[in-house]
């Protein structure tokens, strides 16, 4: 049954008996029988069989038996417009996974990423990082918003000029945010330092602000669609301000089932054309 010769098996039981120091097994004719001890043992066992097997359960690494937390991060507004049918979707396939979802920046989400806080990103590029496996999804421009008075057209986008730009006030990111460097480094090659009167991490106040009037922002074009917004969509011609959006996942010998069934399925979900 074991696969295993006499022999192998006599010198295992004598090598279990002389670490216990107590004899296991007796003759009893031309046959052995177990001692009580070899009982007390059996009993023992049993419970290391069930344990381990316990443990094989915890982690194997089958997605449709993996029951051990899924930790996605992604920034607000990505999830908000281009992730919700794929969520939608992805709960659906994976109906008994235990997914949990953080919402936070690239910068943060990198840190968690590279502590195993985290098993999948979505993140914004240009980022860095030799420990990370980076997997592209998409393009997103970045447009330049200010007040507008009147309505305005959906879909329209004006252009500006980088002098109008240069007097005017600005309400951001955060400095030191990835998109923040990405705003800058844009704006720096025009000759530009901007006059930055706030700086916020959410999307939906910087466009409400600049709704009420309070300046001009550059946002991620995905967060500008709609209607009945009060303010203009603007870009500068010949200077195009793009983001990648990735997805990304820390590296490793051994990757986990679920995280890289979880990958691929928002890669394809993410990239197909959906109203």
């Not at 051990?68 to 008994?96: D, E, N, S, V």
Request: aromatic fraction near 6%; hydrophobic fraction near 40%; proline fraction near 7%.
């Amino acid at each position: 049954m074991l696969h295993l010769s006499p022999g192998a098996v006599s010198l295992q039981l004598k090598g279990l008996a002389e670490e216990l120091r107590t004899p296991l097994f007796v003759k009893a004719g031309k046959r052995i029988a177990p001692t009580p001890q070899a009982f007390r043992l059996a009993e023992h066992a049993r419970e290391v069989a069930q344990r381990m097997g316990a443990i094989r359960r915890d982690f194997a690494d089958k997605p449709e038996v993996d029951s051990r937390p899924f930790h996605f991060a992604c920034g607000a507004t990505t999830l908000i417009y281009r992730l919700g049918g794929p969520m939608r979707r992805l709960r659906k396939k994976f109906p008994h996974a235990d997914i949990h979802v953080t919402v936070g920046a690239t910068e943060r989400i990198v840190a968690g990423l590279l502590d195993r806080q985290f098993d999948l990103g979505l993140i914004s590029l240009p980022w860095t990082q030799a420990e990370l496996k980076i997997i592209p999804l998409y393009e997103e421009e970045l447009l330049v918003i200010r007040p507008a008075t009147d309505g305005v057209q959906e879909g329209l986008v004006t252009t500006v000029q980088p002098s109008e730009m240069a007097s005017a006030p600005f309400l951001l990111y955060p400095h030191g945010s990835n998109m923040r460097d990405m705003i800058d480094g844009y704006l720096s090659g025009m000759g530009i330092t901007p006059h930055v009167i706030m700086e916020a991490d959410d999307t939906e106040v910087i466009k409400r602000l600049v709704e009420s009037g309070f300046g001009y922002s550059i946002l991620p074009q995905y967060a500008l669609a709609g209607r009945g917004h009060r303010f203009q969509k603007l870009r500068v011609t010949g200077k195009r301000l793009v983001r990648t959006q990735a997805l990304a996942v820390p590296k490793t010998e051994y990757p986990r089932a679920l995280t890289t069934m979880v990958t691929e399925f928002l890669s394809a979900a993410v990239m197909e054309k959906r109203p």
